[in-house]
């Protein structure tokens, strides 16, 4: 699976401000199972995160996302890292 697909979980005021970051950051290969599962789970994080649903809320049409949201580099080189939930 291609992170281009994947990026659509997230909510649109995250894209709008991270998603050619994180694509960037994803690369246009195919994915390993433990990037898939963190992205999925960082989508998930996003839909839940207050301040994702507070950005979304004040961005009306045509106005920039507000909020302090940090992208978590969820997707690494295929070094083998491993993320603890405290990452």
Same mark, same amino acid.
């Given at each position: 699976?291609?992170?281009?697909? %994947?990026?659509? %979980? ?14 960037? &950051? ?17 989508? !998930?994080?996003?839909?839940? $995160? ?5 950005? &979304? ?6 106005? #920039? ?7 978590? $580099? &969820? !997707? ?7 993320? #603890?939930?405290?990452?």
């Amino acid at each position: 699976m291609r992170a281009g697909r %994947l990026v659509r %979980l997230y909510p649109r005021a995250w894209r709008e401000r991270y998603g050619e970051e994180f694509l960037a &950051i994803a690369g246009p290969g195919h994915l390993s199972a433990q990037q898939v599962v963190d992205i999925i789970s960082g989508a !998930i994080d996003a839909w839940l $995160s207050a301040e994702v649903r507070n950005a &979304i809320r004040v961005a009306g049409p045509g106005r #920039t996302p507000g909020g302090t949201m940090t992208l978590r $580099s &969820i !997707i690494c080189s295929g070094n083998g890292a491993r993320y #603890t939930t405290r990452d």
